[in-house]
């Protein structure tokens, strides 16, 4: 979820590669750092109304994602948005998904169902 001064920021016009066509638009570009220390580009995902949330599985997607190190999870995550005209980057970093555990996974989709219920793109089961 993209966010600025608690507002959503999304746009409403965009081609069906998900290429904003209005100045509001947004994607947010997903790489992971390998242990290689170089970054690797996972995606680019559109923010979608009314949340402002994008919709993305952290797993091994290596056809889609050819610089995918095989192992599963980079060494760390960033995930970078542009804002319009000259204003900065906004970027996070964020550690990979630990192993995969029953109660953490169940947490984390409740968090998730939460932050983008009203969102119609998103499919939360």
Request: hydrophobic residues 35%; aromatic residues 12%; proline residues 10%.
């Amino acid at each position: 979820m993209f966010t600025f001064r608690a507002k959503p920021v999304y746009g409403t016009k965009w081609t069906k590669q998900g290429v904003p066509t209005d100045s509001q638009g947004r994607n947010i570009y997903v790489d992971f750092l390998a242990s290689n220390n170089q970054w690797h580009r996972v995606n680019s995902f559109l923010t979608h109304p009314p949340t402002a949330g994008f919709c993305y599985t952290f797993a091994d997607h290596p056809a889609s994602s050819p610089a995918w190190n095989g192992q599963g999870t980079g060494v760390a995550y960033r995930a970078t948005a542009i804002g319009p005209g000259v204003t900065p980057l906004v970027q996070v970093h964020f550690a990979p998904p630990g192993p995969y555990d029953e109660t953490t996974d169940a947490a984390a989709n409740a968090a998730q169902a939460e932050v983008l219920k009203g969102d119609p793109r998103c499919r939360i089961d």
